[in-house]
């Protein structure tokens, strides 16, 4: 049996495929293409972040928020306080120089990306966490400085981090191209935004993109940045196919870009509020045989998103 979808899951998918996703809600990205990071944190809560770029020395100082709230239209996100002077200007103190470190050797879940980070007496966590988040679309190769800067992310947190759960199977025409689906919780909840712009971008403090790489694909060999999309208001759900698209038009001119199946995917998304960046890593799929295993996993696939998927019409299967 091949796999069949709704019309309106292609629409979705060839929609979010064609949006050239730049940007999410970024509060705690410190700088990019920084070296020679370190962070210390004083037993008032207050956490210096060292690092250099371009051979300047940097020492801004971040406080006043831990972990996340879940999406609500009656307050923003939580989001850090910041002294880019290093205490001068906020706090009155040059806290980078005398700031009395008590923070101990990081204790916390791991995390991918990760850089740095430390565990203060109170049990939080301070992590920073560094991935390359403008690479362009579609697998193209980045043609811009812009588009291979690798940010440096802060957080605070307690507990776990938000979990970013995805599955992949096959779609349409005979299982022609891959597919995935999943959703984005944070302590149970789902991650989500209440607005974002043509191409995208959130609108406010709690919308997440989600990054996919694909690995060893007709793109080329190594990682590639496949596409970003949104997480769903239904429930942080998301769902994305793997088709051929034309470059956009702010691409260099070119043939039409193949479809990005790849032997492995990747995806992050900046964590929600202030705490980690969130990261899954799952195998490819080997091309579409009809073959009984193959059936057997589709099988299991509608089951597993026809349960999570039903508030989500842009995601539901037939």
Not at 96 to 115: D, E, F, H, S, T
Not at 141 to 159: K, N
Not at 243 to 257: E, I, L, N, T
């Amino acid at each position: 049996m091949a796999p069949r979808f709704r019309l309106l899951l292609l629409l979705a998918s060839t929609l979010v495929a064609l949006l050239a996703v730049s940007s999410a809600s970024a509060s705690e990205i410190v700088t990019r293409n920084a070296k020679n990071v370190s962070v210390k944190v004083d037993s008032k809560g207050h956490a210096v972040v060292y690092y250099t770029v371009g051979g300047k020395r940097s020492y801004p100082v971040f406080w006043g928020a831990v972990n996340a709230r879940p999406p609500t239209r009656a307050r923003a996100q939580v989001k850090f306080k910041r002294d880019y002077s290093g205490g001068y200007m906020k706090l009155g103190t040059p806290l980078w120089k005398n700031i009395k470190n008590v923070c101990r050797p990081y204790a916390g879940p791991p995390l991918a990306w990760y850089v740095t980070g430390c565990t203060a007496p109170d049990g939080s966590h301070w992590v920073l966490q560094s991935w390359q988040r403008r690479l362009p679309n579609l697998g193209m190769t980045p043609w811009l400085a812009a588009q291979r800067v690798w940010e440096l992310h802060l957080s605070h947190f307690t507990g776990q981090p938000a979990v970013l759960e995805i599955y992949t199977d096959y779609i349409y025409w005979g299982g022609l191209f891959h597919h995935l689906f999943g959703r984005l919780t944070y302590r149970g909840h789902p991650v989500y935004g209440f607005g974002s712009s043509s191409s995208g971008v959130p609108t406010d403090s709690y919308g997440r993109n989600v990054y996919v790489d694909t690995f060893n694909s007709r793109y080329a060999s190594g990682w590639r940045r496949e596409n970003g999309f949104l997480s769903h208001r239904a429930g942080g759900t998301f769902c994305y196919g793997f088709y051929p698209h034309d470059r956009y038009a702010s691409f260099p001119a070119g043939p039409r870009r193949p479809r990005g199946n790849g032997e492995a995917y990747r995806a992050t998304v900046i964590g929600p509020g202030v705490s980690p960046d969130a990261f899954w890593s799952g195998a490819g799929l080997p091309e579409w045989t009809n073959s009984p295993d193959q059936n057997d996993l589709e099988e299991r696939m509608n089951r597993i998103s026809s349960s999570m998927m039903t508030n989500d019409p842009k995601c539901q299967r037939a």
